[in-house]
């Protein structure tokens, strides 16, 4: 298979003849690389890079005033993150090599926040950060708004009504995350340090509507090396058994969605959550900043193959059934970001009351 990722224009769900080139764009993307670029999207592009100019401006701040803005009681899904506290599963013990902050841009469910209430948080601001804040919460939803029109050209592309996945997200515990990666000094270049362990998001999509490097005076810059950025893991074929290593870098103006581990359960693996890592630059100093926004399950749905792609090998792969918040905290746990003992709210929760009888 020829390794280039299609590119889907979003103009094509609205013309006539265009849904059909859509749908092969979006069954070959996620299908085979699990990613998809997608031209004409309609983000406010002065915007994003009006909020990248706040975002560099906070994390420059003293590192006493950002530990204010960390979370730690909700596990750091809003506010803050400070540098080494998140790892990929599969990273070994070595955490990112990047900062953060969360911000759920979308209207929570009540009583979910009442069974989840780290993962339903509210948000937490800076203060003296309006702009921040403002373009923060405005970009969170129009990304959200494009996965939605993705979401709806996959159940299409897939032969299922059109609002098989996006019904499916309302109420759901979408988040934004705005991300700083870190510069590495000459010890660290050419290490294994990466900006982001290879990893699998754990949500539906995501979404990144793109990025920018700074050199080393902190001024914005193109990509320093060629070799740097975003790397994701085709599916394996018997010409790649492991799949092969594809270097992701966007046609100019396009935004990344990417398959979550979500969207691969419900599809039975026909569209693959993407194995990604993010390489720092061969040259000390440089930095990135970057957007995502990750578009959940409802955290009361069923997370379990649909009946059109469910076989005994789909029963196998992808059983048990879970619920989809039962399952993001059981991931968080697995990160290192929520702990072990929070597992114990699952389940049976008054065998003190028996024992309390039988004393």
């Known amino acids: 298979m020829e390794e280039t990722i ?46 990248y100019d706040s975002w560099v401006e906070l994390t420059e701040r003293p590192d006493a005033e950002k530990e204010t803005w960390a979370r730690a009681d909700v596990w750091y899904q809003r506010g803050w ?4 506290t998140e790892q990929a599963v599969v990273a070994g013990g070595q955490p990112d090599f990047k900062e953060c902050y969360f911000v759920a841009p979308m209207e929570l469910d009540e009583r979910c926040r009442l069974m989840f209430p780290e993962i339903y948080a509210e948000n937490s601001w800076p203060e003296n950060a309006d702009s921040f804040r403002e373009d923060y919460l405005a970009l969170g939803a129009a990304v959200h708004g494009v996965g939605m029109d993705l979401l709806r050209a996959c159940a299409k592309a897939l032969d299922l009504p059109e609002d098989t996945f996006a019904e499916a ?11 700083r990666y870190l510069p590495l000094d000459e010890s660290q270049v050419g290490t294994d340090i990466l900006w982001g362990e290879e990893h699998t998001d754990f949500n539906l999509l995501t979404l990144l509507p793109g990025g920018r490097f700074y050199d080393p005076e ?51 693996g026909h569209y693959q959550a993407t194995p990604h890592v993010i390489t720092p630059p061969k040259q000390p100093a440089y930095t990135r900043t970057a957007l995502a926004h ?58 003190d009351r028996l024992a309390e009888a039988r004393s």
């Not at 859509?22 to 004409?40: I, K, P, Q, T």
């Not at 085709?234 to 398959?259: D, I, N, S, W």
């Not at 059109?308 to 697995?334: H, M, N």
């Open 6 to 51: 299609p590119v889907v224009d979003l103009d094509d769900l609205r013309r006539e003849g265009g849904a059909d080139r859509a749908a092969d764009a979006l069954n070959r993307a996620f299908g085979h690389f699990g990613l998809v670029y997608v031209r004409n999207h309609g983000i406010d592009t002065g915007q994003l890079e009006r909020f």
């Open 218 to 268: 902190g001024e914005r810059c193109e990509r320093p090396d060629p070799e740097s950025g975003l790397y994701l893991r085709a599916r394996a074929t018997e010409e790649h058994p492991k799949g092969r290593m594809v270097h992701g870098r966007p046609p100019a103006g396009c935004l990344v969605a990417q398959v979550g581990q979500q969207l691969e359960i419900l599809t039975g």
């Open 294 to 351: 990750f578009i959940h399950l409802h955290s009361e749905r069923r997370l379990f193959p649909h009946e059109k792609f469910l076989t005994e090998e789909t029963i196998l792969a992808y059983g048990p059934p879970v619920l989809a918040g039962t399952y993001g905290l059981k991931t968080l746990v697995d990160i290192g970001l929520a702990p072990k003992d929070a597992l114990a709210k699952l389940g049976y929760h008054h065998y």
């Open 81 to 84: 993150t400070p540098p080494n």
């Open 169 to 179: 997200t309302k109420g759901g515990p979408h988040v934004t995350r705005a991300l």
